[in-house]
């Protein structure tokens, strides 16, 4: 964990990504298979963050990469396969909509964590960060979408392919922001946070399965 940061900020994390991974479970049927890789796979990253595996940053390709790397690797797979696609098509867009409230909490986060130096002010939403209008939609998306029928595929689409707009944003800066030999912002105050527990959820987890519900979402909605 970051030495210096105030323990609630650690356990306003930890909750906002068990809350992703339940929405998630719920839109899946409650499958305990897809339950069980993502359980896994937090404890694997909790691990290597804990013995410091992260915050070696002289490396090409930059370590954390590996964060992300294989969450994207496996929606790429979930869309080119016959399985992957019987799988994405069982899931339930209403609770995909539903899960991107969790992006307020995760903003929440990310300001805290600019006021402790653990990443730079254009993360945020008093920077380039405007993430956070997603998760205040989502929302009203979700009752007037999903729950009353009134708005329309295109409306969703719109929103959907806004938000994702919204999420490539951040990520692009997050990258960019974080200490690599392919950093190109904030050097006085780099991305240091997602080097540490709980905190590499960000990537590995919460970040995959929000752009894995835009997708499954905006697929539905084009079929």
């Not at 016959?82 to 992006?103: F, I, P, Q, S």
């Not at 999420?167 to 990258?175: C, E, P, T, Y």
């Not at 240091?192 to 905006?218: E, G, Q």
């Amino acid at each position: 964990m970051i030495a210096h940061l105030p323990m609630y900020v650690n356990i306003v994390f930890i909750l906002t990504t068990l809350l992703t991974v339940f929405l998630f479970y719920k839109a899946g049927s409650r499958s305990k298979i897809s339950l069980g890789i993502l359980v896994l796979w937090l404890l694997l990253q909790a691990v290597l963050s804990y013995v410091g595996f992260y915050t070696v940053t002289n490396t090409t390709p930059p370590r954390f990469i590996l964060l992300a790397l294989p969450a994207v690797l496996l929606i790429i797979y979930l869309f080119l396969t016959a399985k992957g696609r019987v799988y994405l098509n069982n899931l339930d867009a209403k609770t995909l909509t539903l899960l991107h409230v969790v992006r307020i909490p995760v903003e929440l986060c990310l300001y805290w964590l600019f006021l402790h130096k653990s990443i730079p002010q254009l993360m945020t939403f008093e920077g380039r960060n405007f993430d956070i209008l997603a998760g205040l939609t989502a929302p009203v998306i979700f009752y007037f979408g999903y729950v009353k029928n009134k708005l329309g595929k295109t409306v969703l689409l719109l929103w959907n392919f806004i938000c994702l707009g919204l999420l490539l944003n951040i990520v692009i800066n997050a990258v960019l922001s974080a200490p690599s030999n392919f950093q190109q912002f904030a050097f006085e105050q780099p991305n240091t946070a997602i080097l540490y527990f709980p905190f590499v959820w960000l990537p590995c987890c919460i970040v995959p399965l929000v752009l894995l519900a835009h997708l499954v979402c905006i697929r539905k909605l084009l079929v």
